[in-house]
């Protein structure tokens, strides 16, 4: 039975506002973590309109616009409150148009778009509770439904440059003296329309990490992963495997350090599972690029790492007091 | 602007300030066995409610006066502003035992922590939170209490080493008692911490902490005799004495401090107080510290779902999994939560402070550990 007067004292002249410690936050939220990660993307998103012209930005457009349309949706389904208002989905949408290359027409981008919230995260129940990074299971769909349409390197031939994950798959390493990695990492390199503004990408992770959304444990890991496992096979054999440098600046390696593998829900917790789960999908990055069928391996490498998150959060210290 | 730190050392810039004695006293006695009633006279120092735990302290009228209200919650007593107290005990003559315990306890002291044996006993004078500076001010004002305190502790406990720990830099002993520094940066003032930078083990068997702040009030009840009625504040920056069960309102009118609709008050840290519904409750005997928080200043508590970002597990002190532990507390399975390290945590806040999806962890850690102290008692009895 519950007390007579729930509250003893309870006065209506001055309504405090009661709530659980710590009174005192540190005054992040979602929707400011949300914010800086478009505000992230900015460079990148103006250097590739001004690389592709305004189509990139169209199919920007309507992947963020798709996706956020369909998670009004599938809250309203769920009978969940609609809070778009944090930005999350209208991030997950632009991460996957970043994939895409700028000349994807308009349906392409509108499915995946849709694709990233419904089946990304409405599915494992939403935001914060995909077991692989969203934008990469919309990406994943449409590689396999519509090769043609996603092809980087069929879709922009008609530019000068080449992609050099292309041409490294199909040419090998003696094709790459082509390019160089200066220009690579200007972005003055084919690839998704977003992901390969290598140095566009770089400040806005670096902006990240220094305002504190993200933490150095899983892009330092990426990269390192990459750049450890490419040197290992080059000094093998330099003639057939190309240099770490090239594997840094090539591809979007650096969009998926800085915003793919660090997606909040399918990277583990923890400062070793994060290292640990950073080195393994770097170094999956090469050994796709070396071995396998895919020219860019950076988005199957990474949902690869996604499933192994479960496993390496079991790499974990001891909690105080435990013996 | 608040402005949030994590800064413990503080340095008090004047000395204990009095407050002008309270009219009415609303004593908490939630949870307390009353032993008194509505009408009944009291003189300053009579007993009003003993703790129903094994050694926890009896409650006391910090003046006299009439009770004129009791329910549940609290008890009103209109102060008469008569002189009269109880008669003093003498403590301090009393060999050890269950009957000094007993009498300790009558007092109003917390005896638990002080029975039975220890090998280390470790005062941690440490400023508990951020924002407050009570145990710098009792540490440097207060030395007669602390060492009488230390006495009788020592009596109590009979430990092989008595060590005092204190913000690194501070020049400041109690005799019978070596100092050591610590850094003066939160969480580093909790016990379960203090007690790991000064013996080097987590959890260790056969210590014993307790705060400068019930060391001064044992210390007090033993050169006086008479119970433990006040506690130490830090309201504002300065330290007051404030009688047990003032209301907020009259700390709030006697210092002209202003609180509008939907500001929070919160009574003992920032990190790990208590907010307040009604400006009629009385300060309790543990409060530390009182604080007012605009209603704009920091995001709220949300009830939204955790996202899995690991903040508050790269935050954690005792590196448990505090998003785990919510998800399992929210849906009442807490046997799961037990075994992603709820037992091991001790409460200061910092996964909450620093969750971006604003959820309230740890309110949930301290829900799922009542829970399962509930359910315990529930089956022994």
Redesign the interface.
């Known amino acids: 039975m519950n ?1 007579p ?1 729930l ?5 209506i002249s ?17 929707q ?2 949300m914010r800086a990660h478009l505000l992230a993307l900015a460079p990148a998103a103006v250097m590739a309109v001004v690389m592709y012209g305004v189509r990139a930005f169209a199919v920007m457009g309507m992947a963020g616009t798709a996706a956020v349309l369909t998670e009004v949706i599938c809250l309203l389904l769920q009978k969940r409150d609609v809070d778009i208002d944090n930005y999350s989905a209208l991030y997950a949408g632009v991460l996957f148009a970043f994939l895409l290359p700028a000349t994807a027409p308009w349906w392409l981008a509108v499915i995946g778009g849709a694709l990233t919230i419904a089946l990304g995260r409405t599915v494992f ?5 995909n077991p692989v990074c969203a934008p990469l299971v919309a990406w994943a769909v449409c590689r396999f439904s519509w090769p043609g349409a996603m092809d980087i390197d069929l879709n922009l031939a008609a530019y000068m440059a080449n992609s050099p994950v292309d041409q490294l798959m199909h040419f090998g390493v003696s094709s790459l003296g082509q390019f160089d990695y200066m220009d690579l990492f200007m972005g003055r390199g084919l690839g998704g329309l977003g992901s390969s503004q290598v140095v566009a990408l770089a400040a806005g992770g670096l902006f990240l990490l220094a305002a504190g959304w993200i ?1 150095l444990f899983i892009p330092v890991g990426f990269l390192v992963g990459v750049a450890g496992t490419a040197a290992i096979y080059w000094v093998i054999d330099p003639t057939a495997y190309a240099d770490p440098m090239f594997h840094l600046v090539a591809g979007s390696t650096i969009f998926g350090a800085f915003f793919l593998a660090p997606d ?2 399918s ?5 070793i599972p ?1 290292t640990m789960f950073g080195l393994i999908a770097g170094a999956m990055v090469v050994i796709i690029r070396v071995y396998g069928v895919y020219p860019d391996g950076v988005p199957f490498a990474i949902m690869v790492a996604n499933l192994l998150s479960p496993l390496l959060e079991r790499l ?7 013996r | 602007m608040l402005k949030i730190h994590y800064s413990l050392d503080q340095k008090p810039a004047d000395s204990i300030r009095d407050l002008e004695p309270p009219k009415v006293l609303n004593i908490s006695v939630r949870n307390l066995v009353l032993k008194t009633r509505k009408g009944a006279v009291l003189a300053k120092g009579d007993q009003v409610a003993e703790h129903p735990s094994p050694g926890g302290g009896a409650c006391h009228a910090a003046q006299g006066g009439k009770v004129k209200a009791v329910n549940y919650h609290s008890l009103t007593v209109q102060c008469t502003g008569g002189e009269e107290t109880v008669a003093h005990v003498d403590v301090a003559s009393m060999g050890k035992g269950s009957e000094l315990l007993r009498a300790l306890q009558e007092l109003g002291v917390d005896v638990a922590p002080l029975t039975g044996s220890a090998e280390v006993l470790v005062v941690n004078g440490l400023n508990p939170e951020p924002g407050v500076s009570v145990a710098q001010q009792l540490l440097r004002d207060g030395g007669e209490e602390l060492r009488a305190g230390l006495e009788m502790a020592r009596k109590l406990l009979s430990p092989s080493r008595a060590i005092l720990a204190v913000s690194k830099g501070e020049d400041v002993s109690i005799p019978g008692a070596e100092t050591v520094g610590i850094r003066a940066k939160y969480p580093y003032s909790l016990d379960a911490l203090v007690v790991r930078t000064v013996t080097g083990k987590e959890f260790p068997e056969h210590t014993r902490v307790i705060n400068v702040m019930d060391l001064f009030d044992l210390g007090k009840v033993t050169l006086t005799g008479l119970p433990v009625t006040e506690t130490f504040m830090t309201i504002d920056g300065h330290n007051y004495r404030v009688p047990v069960g003032t209301p907020v309102r009259h700390i709030l009118e006697v210092l002209d401090l202003k609180a509008a609709p939907g500001d929070t008050i919160v009574l003992g840290g920032p990190f790990r107080g208590e907010s307040i519904y009604s400006l009629d409750q009385g300060v309790k005997k543990e409060d530390y510290g009182m604080f007012i928080t605009s209603s704009d200043a920091i995001p709220e508590v949300q009830d939204a779902a955790c996202m899995n970002c690991g903040e508050c597990v790269l935050h954690c002190p005792a590196r448990v999994l505090p998003h785990l532990i919510s998800r399992y507390a929210e849906y009442e399975r807490f046997e799961e939560a037990e075994r992603y390290g709820l037992n091991s945590c001790f409460e200061c806040g910092l996964c909450a402070f620093n969750c971006f999806a604003r959820r309230p962890l740890l309110q949930y850690i301290r829900f799922a550990k009542a829970q399962i102290r509930a359910k315990g008692q529930g089956t022994q009895s």
């Open positions: 007390p007067i509250k003893a004292m309870s006065d001055l309504r405090l506002t009661v709530s659980p410690p710590p009174h005192w936050r540190s005054g992040r939220t979602i400011g973590m129940g939403g935001f914060g509770c933490r909040t829900a990277s583990p917790v923890g400062k994060q974990r210290p001891k909690y105080f007091g435990v």
